[in-house]
């Protein structure tokens, strides 16, 4: 999930200052008409995509390497296990679990992994490459919230992904697979010293792919876009090693792998972003795209109980915001109405809990939801540009 927006241009600047193998946090996506030469003059295209060369555009970039970026084009056939892998043509992508668990007792708990791959202004060298990467994890449980962020230059050894078998890591960060596929795997991770977490995860359905086959378009009447697909039937038991002690855990989750050149346009204010895992064992992703000067654009997909895969387009779904709530002193919309009257469903997405707020260098609201109405289960929001 999920997408990607102009801030990731701030993340690519402050990623240059990033020389170390790793960084540790202590807290608790023709272009737009209204987009700049200079940004469209990153994104162009490599290797077995589409290629035009960028050239320097004054004489502050001669010291700075030329650098070529694949286009995300419509006609692509994303593949497996390749395309599990990392795409470095391109300057931004990530791998992004969200899982909705609960313990013996029935406590839920939302946990969140990802490791962003993307790449920056800094020099390669025969120590590292141009490659960074940012992890972030993130756990609730009702009540608390934790979370952590770390920071990785490629070509260094301690974060990338590799792909015989499937793993994922930025230092002892880990999902780990059996094979060069993803599932069965075990994810590991601990955050900032007050938290374990061990799960294994298992699926028995296939992949999912966004919008066209993959080709997920992020506004109106624009080549910005990405190759998006997801795994949203993961079954997952394991450990959780909590400040008050261990539990089993045990539920669903969701995986989006997600990569693109092309940002969003600088009018882009951020997107609004919805996972849900419904009890009847049906699946649905949603995002908004919020501009400052178009109406909000809405896509999304329907995984019905059969398995039957139905792209959404923005005519066919109905979102609002239901309330607003202060967190971390922003107003944010954490309560929804959707509707998708052609699948008769009518739902309020309402926060497992209020605090939720992921406050990296990259800040975000990320956390667990509750789904009620004509249609009840769990699932994930991924609020930015608030």
């Given at each position: 999930?999920?997408?990607?927006?102009?801030?990731?241009?701030?993340?690519?600047?402050?990623?240059?200052?990033?020389?170390?193998?790793?960084?540790?946090?202590?807290?608790?996506?023709?272009?737009?008409?209204?987009?700049?030469?200079?940004?469209?003059?990153?994104?162009?295209?490599?290797?077995?995509?589409?290629?035009?060369?960028?050239?320097?555009?004054?004489?502050?970039?001669?010291?700075?390497?030329?650098?070529?970026?694949?286009?995300?084009?419509?006609?692509?056939?994303?593949?497996?296990?390749?395309?599990?892998?990392?795409?470095?043509?391109?300057?931004?992508?990530?791998?992004?679990?969200?899982?909705?668990?609960?313990?013996?007792?029935?406590?839920?708990?939302?946990?969140?992994?990802?490791?962003?791959?993307?790449?920056?202004?800094?020099?390669?060298?025969?120590?590292?490459?141009?490659q960074q990467y940012m992890g972030h994890v993130g756990l609730r449980d009702g009540?608390?919230?934790?979370?952590?962020?770390?920071?990785?230059?490629?070509?260094?050894?301690?974060?990338?992904?590799?792909?015989?078998?499937?793993?994922?890591?930025?230092?002892?960060?880990?999902?780990?697979?059996?094979?060069?596929?993803?599932?069965?795997?075990?994810?590991?991770?601990?955050?900032?010293?007050?938290?374990?977490?061990?799960?294994?995860?298992?699926?028995?359905?296939?992949?999912?792919?966004?919008?066209?086959?993959g080709f997920s378009r992020k506004l109106r009447n624009s080549e910005q876009a990405?190759?998006?697909?997801?795994?949203?039937?993961?079954?997952?038991?394991?450990?959780?090693?909590?400040?008050?002690?261990?539990?089993?855990?045990?539920?669903?989750?969701?995986?989006?792998?997600?990569?693109?050149?092309?940002?969003?346009?600088?009018?882009?204010?951020?997107?609004?972003?919805?996972?849900?895992?419904?009890?009847?064992?049906?699946?649905?992703?949603?995002?908004?795209?919020?501009?400052?000067?178009?109406v909000d654009y809405w896509s999304g997909t329907f995984v019905t109980t059969n398995?039957?895969?139905?792209?959404?387009?923005?005519?066919?779904?109905?979102?609002?915001?239901?309330?607003?709530?202060?967190?971390?002193?922003?107003?944010?919309?954490?309560?929804?109405?959707?509707?998708?009257?052609?699948?008769?469903?009518?739902?309020?997405?309402?926060?497992?809990?209020?605090?939720?707020?992921?406050?990296?260098?990259?800040?975000?609201?990320?956390?667990?939801?509750?789904?009620?109405?004509?249609?009840?289960?769990?699932?994930?929001?991924?609020?930015?540009?608030?």
């Amino acid at each position: 999930m999920f997408e990607f927006l102009a801030k990731y241009l701030l993340l690519l600047i402050l990623a240059t200052s990033v020389a170390a193998c790793s960084k540790y946090s202590d807290s608790d996506v023709s272009a737009d008409d209204d987009e700049t030469p200079e940004s469209e003059a990153m994104f162009s295209g490599l290797s077995r995509y589409s290629v035009e060369q960028q050239a320097p555009q004054n004489s502050d970039d001669t010291n700075t390497p030329n650098k070529t970026f694949a286009n995300v084009i419509p006609g692509y056939n994303i593949t497996f296990p390749f395309d599990h892998g990392s795409h470095p043509e391109f300057a931004v992508e990530w791998w992004y679990i969200t899982a909705n668990l609960t313990d013996e007792q029935d406590n839920p708990y939302a946990l969140q992994w990802t490791l962003f791959r993307f790449v920056s202004n800094t020099q390669s060298t025969p120590w590292a490459n141009a490659q960074q990467y940012m992890g972030h994890v993130g756990l609730r449980d009702g009540k608390q919230a934790w979370f952590e962020e770390r920071f990785a230059r490629g070509g260094v050894g301690n974060a990338g992904i590799s792909t015989a078998p499937f793993n994922a890591f930025i230092d002892n960060w880990q999902w780990l697979a059996q094979s060069s596929n993803m599932f069965p795997s075990t994810l590991e991770f601990t955050i900032n010293t007050q938290v374990k977490v061990s799960l294994d995860f298992t699926t028995d359905k296939p992949f999912v792919k966004h919008g066209k086959q993959g080709f997920s378009r992020k506004l109106r009447n624009s080549e910005q876009a990405s190759y998006y697909y997801s795994q949203p039937h993961i079954q997952v038991s394991g450990q959780l090693e909590l400040p008050t002690g261990k539990v089993q855990v045990s539920g669903n989750a969701w995986f989006d792998h997600e990569w693109t050149s092309q940002y969003l346009s600088p009018l882009a204010q951020g997107w609004d972003w919805f996972s849900i895992h419904f009890d009847d064992g049906a699946k649905l992703m949603l995002f908004n795209m919020r501009h400052e000067q178009a109406v909000d654009y809405w896509s999304g997909t329907f995984v019905t109980t059969n398995g039957e895969v139905v792209h959404l387009t923005e005519q066919y779904i109905q979102g609002k915001v239901s309330k607003w709530d202060k967190v971390e002193g922003r107003l944010l919309p954490l309560y929804w109405s959707i509707q998708l009257p052609k699948q008769q469903i009518d739902i309020q997405i309402a926060p497992m809990q209020t605090e939720q707020w992921n406050p990296g260098i990259f800040s975000y609201y990320e956390g667990g939801t509750i789904i009620s109405g004509s249609h009840s289960g769990v699932g994930f929001i991924e609020l930015t540009g608030y």
